[in-house]
């Protein structure tokens, strides 16, 4: 059972440019969240999908932020217009529910920077 | 809100040597706890995790406590090996009504010399 995959791991793009992150979640799981580290700190969740449906986004920018989990293919994290400051790794995580017991299995990260 | 607050790093220990890494939370209702590692490049896995008080997670060597009256729940381990060089996050899932979501400490740094 391969697990959670991330593409790209390293993605380099110039200020104004938009990024898209994918995530694609372990068999079975259908909650994504994604989480975002900025140098030196820790994580700090940004969203929480379920297939179609975005439930928690609580964490995400106002602005230049989306993200989508549509029912074939991986979760995107799309960022327009992209700035310095969204130099960062983002990581996503599936899990199969949500309850505490329930672990949430983390991919590799993509590792954003932005020149 | 919900909150993690892990003691700074790095913590530098010889081989061998007993690890403690404080970790204390603020929270409303009954959180779950955990604690993650991330190996240099790579994302978080899972080590140990505790879903009620006084429940002790364990996983290769270490150890952690869900203690409710002092909010707590310390990392241990006895015998650190260089292997263990990593930096590790406490984190909580919030209790009725949440979402799944992770609230993270900021990391602590543990670097192990032979």
């Known amino acids: 059972n391969a697990g959670v995959m991330q593409n790209p791991r390293h993605l380099v793009r110039r200020r104004g440019q938009e990024a898209r992150l994918r995530c694609s979640p372990m068999k079975g799981h259908s909650h994504v969240y994604w989480y975002r580290q900025l140098p030196e700190e820790g994580l700090k969740f940004m969203v929480y999908l379920q297939k179609e449906n975005i439930i928690d986004e609580s964490g995400m920018p106002k602005e230049r932020f989306s993200a989508e989990f549509p029912k074939e293919g991986p979760s995107i994290l799309r960022i327009q217009q992209v700035v310095r400051g969204d130099s960062a790794a983002y990581f996503c995580a599936s899990s199969p529910g949500t309850s505490g017991d329930n672990e949430q299995f983390f991919g590799p990260g993509t590792r954003l920077t932005v020149l | ?114």
Not at chain 2, 13 to 30: D, P, R, W
Not at chain 2, 31 to 39: A, H, N, T
Request: glycine letters at 12%; hydrophobic letters at 30%.
């Open chain 2, 1 to 114: 809100g919900d909150s993690v607050t892990q003691m700074e790093g790095p913590v530098t220990l010889s081989e061998e040597a007993f690890l403690t890494i404080n970790c204390t939370y603020t929270a409303t209702g009954y959180p779950s706890l955990f604690w993650y590692v991330q190996y240099p490049g790579e994302g978080l896995q899972l080590l140990l995790k505790a879903t009620k008080a006084d429940d002790k997670g364990s996983n290769k060597g270490f150890e952690a406590t869900y203690r409710k009256e002092t909010t707590s729940f310390h990392l241990e381990k006895g015998s650190v090996q260089v292997s263990d060089s990593a930096v590790y996050f406490c984190a909580l899932t919030a209790g009725s009504g949440n979402t799944g979501k992770l609230i993270f400490g900021q990391g602590t740094t543990l670097q192990v010399k032979p």
